[in-house]
């Protein structure tokens, strides 16, 4: 029995650890307003009666950077699992190869892109037509953008048959608290910025006996440039006031998930020295709540507090055992979660 046939709630390209994110839910819509125009918090104060402007960051790394990614550059990033890795440009009788193809190398924000799998092969492809994968190159590394969680059902391609997945990309909707990528033919990711990104699926043949071991676990992938800005980090609208507290922020939010739950604070500490922190690209963060919301207040405090409630046990997901902390734009933080009186 093939390990991955009874695999459930995580993604097999892009599983990966996430502290203080346990769904990958939308809720909520943008508020309508530019959120990079530096309005005021209305309810938010830095001191009595004076209002707190709305942050936004920048984050130092370059979002279309002129660096291309290298050919022999890992990928994907994490899957120790995997035999081999068929990329587009190196498809030379497209006809008689299984291959994942594109509509387009290049495509500027919001734009839109389809992505093609098609098995030239005479046995069946075992795969899961939830379960693609979108990765950004930053850093000198691929990193994994969306989704965070899949359905994880059987599928198969058939011999000669094709799937397709339509792809559209945007940059707008800043706004939004939580933001949700998932589908098998139409998906849509957002908000990302200008850049180098890979679409990737992953699966197997059948009949194992008669495969070659380097295509036991085989994944398809295509690469392709993004015209854009950079993607800046601007809080969401679940927040509905904030205040300084010395060289601490407090966050009060609206949980986007629903209001139901245990009164809770998540806390964001400023820590150089923490052990093992996940690196995280702004287009990651978009993905993560109250993380987003904690590191867009971050410049210039040592602690952020997001004052909220959540439904999930341990409180926001954080295991605290695991020590989790994260590093976004140089600075590293130590996450934790505090119950609280409502």
Known sequence: MHRRRFLAGVAGLG???????????????????????????????????????????????????????????????????VDRVVWYREVSDPAGTTHLSYSTSSLSLPGEISLTLQNNADRQFM??????????????????????FVNQPLMTLEPGESHTWTVTLGDENLETPAFRASGTHEVTVEPVGGGHYAFAVDGWWEDQDETPAHEHEAVYAARFEV?????PLVPSSAV????????????????????????ATYVLTRDDAAPGPRELVTEQVYREWPLRDALAHADGASEVRVETTTGITPLFGVHEEDN????????TFRIGAEEREG
């Open 15 to 81: 599983a990966f650890g996430v502290a203080g994110c346990i769904d990958d839910t939308s809720a909520g819509a943008p508020g309508g307003t530019d959120p990079t125009d530096g309005v005021s918090t209305p309810t938010g104060t830095d001191g009595p009666g004076t209002p707190t402007a709305t942050p936004s960051r920048t984050p130092t790394m370059t979002a279309t950077s002129p660096e291309t990614p290298p050919h022999d550059a890992p990928f994907p990033p994490g899957r120790e699992d």
């Open 127 to 148: 795969t899961n037509f939830y379960d693609w994968a979108l990765y950004r190159w930053e850093g000198g590394r691929w990193r994994h953008v969306a989704p965070l």
């Open 227 to 231: 015209e854009g800005p950079q993607l």
């Open 240 to 263: 509905t006031a904030t205040r300084r507290e010395g060289d601490t922020v407090v966050v009060e939010a609206e949980n986007p998930r629903g209001s139901d739950g245990t009164p």
């Open 324 to 331: 989790p902390a994260v590093t976004y734009d140089g600075e």
